[in-house]
């Protein structure tokens, strides 16, 4: 198994670890973990570059973000699926690795969660 850096791991209603491997500088690894399995995810730098671009220094929630692709609010963006409840996770995913890098904090609100995207990069984020 290639060498993998572990940036954080994020609690939402099960436990994120997010992951860097080292040899595949465009891509972060999204491990969910539930009581009885663990599943592996792939998200593109890319879209985690673009996704913090367009929504920072906003409180943003999934289905607000999915409403902003869907009108095409967010140029760049590139989520592989085609269904909306696939794309909930794929931008799930993002907001995941977000708040792994410190530019993002997630919050429960209601039913669901509430992310805070922060105004500024942190400065250790950037050489990543």
Request: aromatic fraction near 6%; hydrophobic fraction near 40%; charge should be positive.
């Given at each position: 198994m290639p060498e993998?850096?572990?940036l954080g791991l994020v609690?939402?209603?099960n436990e994120h670890e997010v992951l860097k491997p080292v040899d595949l500088p465009?891509?972060?690894i999204v491990k969910h973990y539930s009581k009885r399995q663990s599943f592996e995810d792939v998200v593109q730098?890319?879209?985690?570059?673009?996704?913090y671009e367009a929504v920072?220094?906003?409180?943003?929630?999934?289905?607000?973000?999915l409403d902003e692709?869907?009108?095409g609010a967010i140029k760049g963006l590139r989520l592989t699926s085609y269904t909306s409840?696939?794309?909930r996770y794929e931008i799930e995913n993002i907001l995941i690795v977000l708040c792994a890098l410190g530019l993002a904090t997630a919050e429960k609100q209601g039913r669901g969660f509430a992310f805070w995207v922060h105004q500024k990069e942190a400065a250790a984020t950037k050489q990543r």
């Open positions: 993998r850096v572990r609690t939402l209603r465009g891509i972060y730098a890319s879209n985690v570059q673009k996704l920072r220094g906003r409180v943003i929630t999934i289905d607000g973000v692709v869907e009108r409840w696939k794309k």
